[in-house]
């Protein structure tokens, strides 16, 4: 079984300041991990994954995030966030498994709301 | 392509009322999935299909039903509707194929959801 914990319900930042949202996972055995974005009003859309070789990961909007084994953290930073960046952040897990057994289920964390303050 | 669809987008239900929310996908993944996503609770699962005519259970399964007849078409039903049930209910599906190694992974695409109010 795993689990997700991310660190901060809310996070306020100025507009062109740098951002990091934490997020944490306990899990028995290794994992996939996923950023997923929700602007208002819409549905969930995947933002970047780890799922092995380089720990860092980016997404094509300047994103990235670190898989940290040892902290088992998955943090998420932009170092110059927009206005359009203004939306709620998942961070979630899935159990790596070998084809043939697979892992159907991603374990979410409750969220982390991003506002960005003009 | 469409992507994940969900019908409706908003529907408000009396207690003891009973709906069918549609979600549809145009992938062809094998995997679906419904999730509630309440504030302050992130996204929890309520049931899953691996395939056409397979179903299981989620983390809060309890009150709702699925079905999944066709692959590209997955049902959550709510036989007596109750005011806990008020949510936004997110559909979404998956493939899953080996990565480097014979890893499985799972990348889900999300419908764009379903508020439904229980008064």
């Known amino acids: 079984a795993q689990s997700v914990t991310q660190l901060d319900s809310q996070v306020p930042v100025f507009e062109e300041a740098p951002v990091e949202l934490r997020c944490n996972y306990s899990?028995?055995?290794?994992?996939?991990l996923f950023w997923y974005v929700q602007y208002p009003n819409q549905g969930l859309q995947l933002l970047l994954k780890?799922?092995?070789?380089?720990?860092l990961v980016e997404s094509i909007n300047g994103f990235e995030a670190e898989f940290n084994k040892s902290q088992t953290s998955f943090h998420l930073r932009k170092p110059s966030v927009h206005i359009s960046d203004t939306a709620e952040y998942f961070c979630?897990?899935?159990?790596?498994?070998?084809?043939?057994?697979?892992?159907?289920?991603?374990?979410f964390g409750k969220g982390t709301k991003l506002s960005v303050i003009p | 392509n469409a992507g994940v669809t969900q019908t409706p987008k908003f529907r408000v239900l009396k207690t003891g009322q009973s709906m069918t929310l549609l979600c549809a996908q145009d992938m062809n993944h094998e995997y679906m999935y419904w999730y509630r996503q309440d504030p302050g609770m992130g996204l929890r699962l309520i049931h899953y299909?691996?395939?056409?005519?397979?179903?299981a259970k989620g983390e809060v399964p309890d009150g709702y039903n699925v079905s999944r007849l066709k692959k590209q078409n997955f049902l959550l039903g709510l036989e007596s509707a109750a005011p806990s049930q008020t949510s936004v209910y997110f559909c979404?599906?998956?493939?899953?194929?080996?990565?480097?190694?014979?890893?499985?992974?799972?990348?889900?695409?999300f419908g764009p959801g379903t508020r439904l109010t229980v008064l």
């Open positions: 979630a897990v899935s159990g790596r498994a070998y084809s043939g057994a697979g892992s159907y289920q991603l374990t």
């Open positions: 979404a599906s998956s493939y899953a194929h080996g990565a480097s190694g014979g890893l499985s992974y799972n990348e889900q695409f």
């Open positions: 899990s028995s055995v290794s994992v996939y």
């Open positions: 299909s691996v395939g056409e005519g397979t179903t």
């Open positions: 780890y799922l092995s070789g380089s720990t």
